[in-house]
T-cell receptor, first 113, second 112 residues
Framework: KQEVTQIPAALSVPEGENLVLNCSFT??????LQWFRQDPGKGLTSLLL?????REQTSGRLNASLDKSSGRSTLYIAASQPGDSATYLC????????????FGQGTTLQVKP | DAGVTQSPTHLIKTRGQQVTLRCSPK?????VSWYQQALGQGPQFIFQ???????QRGNFPDRFSGHQFPNYSSELNVNALLLGDSALYLC???????????FGQGTRLTVV
């Protein structure tokens, strides 16, 4: 059974700092992995999608990496801003399974001005 | 493109009642999934619809049912509401090929 874990559960950093959010999964047979952002009480906004054959994806100040063999993904945020404050969720889609996303519990990030 | 739209945004129901939540997928998407997100938790998969049929189901009781219409929109129905059904219900759409999944803004259901 695939399980996804995100550590830490919460993180507080000063503005301008570079930071890394971690996501680990127990079964390396994944189709892809997606990072989302969620503002309080809102839906999920897709940030980056990494296919199982890829090692990383970049969008602006965000960079996500994937290491299937170790069951890990990281989301790197450069030069953090107060507007980055939100909960970040990672989700894996199992190989051969074109539907279900399995989520971690998220990391709640606070960037202080 | 309006993206994934859900209605209503908020809902308050009494224990034992029934509720229907609605979702319109992103333009061009043929697959709709529903997720339940309790406070402080990650979303949990309820079920997925494709070609108007339930294709996958998570670990949810039969009180949770759904439907997909020919225009790909979908409904989630919950019968005999329990206090524990209070959560944010998220609709997600994608292509059957399983690429990027997009979510709606959610429906906040409160059962009292």
């Amino acid at each position: 059974k695939q399980e996804v874990t995100q550590i830490p559960a919460a993180l507080s950093v000063p503005e301008g700092e570079n930071l890394v959010l971690n996501c680990s999964f127990t079964d390396s047979a994944i189709y892809n992995l997606q990072w989302f952002r969620q503002d309080p009480g809102k839906g999920l906004t897709s940030l980056l999608l990494i296919q199982s054959s890829q090692r990383e994806q970049t969008s602006g100040r965000l960079n996500a990496s994937l290491d299937k063999s170790s069951g890990r993904s990281t989301l790197y945020i450069a030069a953090s801003q107060p507007g980055d404050s939100a909960t970040y969720l990672c989700a894996v889609r199992a190989r051969g399974n074109t539907g279900k996303l399995i989520f971690g519990q998220g990391t709640t990030l606070q960037v202080k001005p | 493109d309006a993206g994934v739209t859900q209605s209503p945004t908020h809902l308050i129901k009494t224990r034992g009642q029934q509720v229907t939540l609605r979702c319109s997928p992103k333009s061009g998407h043929d697959t709709v999934s529903w997720y339940q997100q309790a406070l402080g938790q990650g979303p949990q998969f309820i079920f997925q619809y494709y070609e108007e049929e339930e294709r996958q189901r998570g670990n949810f009781p039969d009180r949770f049912s759904g439907h997909q219409f020919p225009n790909y929109s979908s409904e989630l129905n919950v019968n005999a509401l329990l206090l524990g059904d209070s959560a944010l219900y998220l609709c997600a759409s994608s292509l059957r090929t399983g690429e990027t999944t997009f979510f709606g803004q959610g429906t906040r259901l409160t059962v009292v």
